[in-house]
C-alpha cells in the first residue's frame, strides 16, 4: 500500500466498526494471514492476498479468521481451528 486513499479509509475505518476495534482480532487477522501459504502467493494463480483485499468488504478478513485459508494439515484438515475462539465469539456476539 502505497498510499492511504479516502476509499481505504473508509474500509479499514468499516473493519474497525465490524471488529468493534478490537486490536486483538487485528493482530489474529494479520497472523493468519501471514501464516496461510495460499494467501501469499502459493496457489494456482499466484494471487496474493494484500491489506486492501483483507479490509475491502465484510467477508474477507472473516474467512480468513475462521480458518478458511489456513495451511492444510497432512491429514488434510486446515490448521488453526480454535474451538475456544469460536467459543469466545458466540459469547460476545450471540446469533440470537
Same mark, same amino acid.
Given at each position: /500500500? ?6 481505504? &479509509?473508509?474500509?479499514?475505518?468499516? &473493519? #474497525?466498526?465490524? #471488529? ?5 482480532? *487485528?493482530?489474529?487477522? #494479520? ?6 501459504? *495460499? +494467501?501469499?502467493? %502459493?496457489?494456482?494463480?499466484?494471487? %496474493?492476498?494484500? *491489506?486492501?483485499? +483483507? /479490509? ?5 478478513? !472473516?474467512? !480468513? ?15 488453526? #481451528?480454535? =474451538? ?6 458466540? &459469547?460476545?456476539? =450471540? +446469533?440470537?
Amino acid at each position: /500500500m502505497q498510499a492511504l486513499t479516502n476509499s481505504r &479509509r473508509e474500509h479499514i475505518a468499516a &473493519r #474497525f466498526k465490524q #471488529f468493534k476495534g478490537v486490536s486483538d482480532t *487485528f493482530i489474529t487477522l #494479520f497472523r493468519k494471514t501471514e501464516e496461510s501459504d *495460499f +494467501l501469499k502467493g %502459493k496457489n494456482d494463480r499466484g494471487w %496474493k492476498a494484500d *491489506f486492501e483485499w +483483507l /479490509m475491502k468488504n465484510e467477508t474477507n478478513a !472473516v474467512k !480468513v479468521l475462521e480458518g478458511k485459508y489456513a495451511n492444510k494439515t497432512n491429514a488434510g484438515e486446515k490448521e488453526g #481451528f480454535d =474451538p475456544y475462539e469460536i467459543k469466545q465469539a458466540w &459469547r460476545e456476539e =450471540p +446469533l440470537l
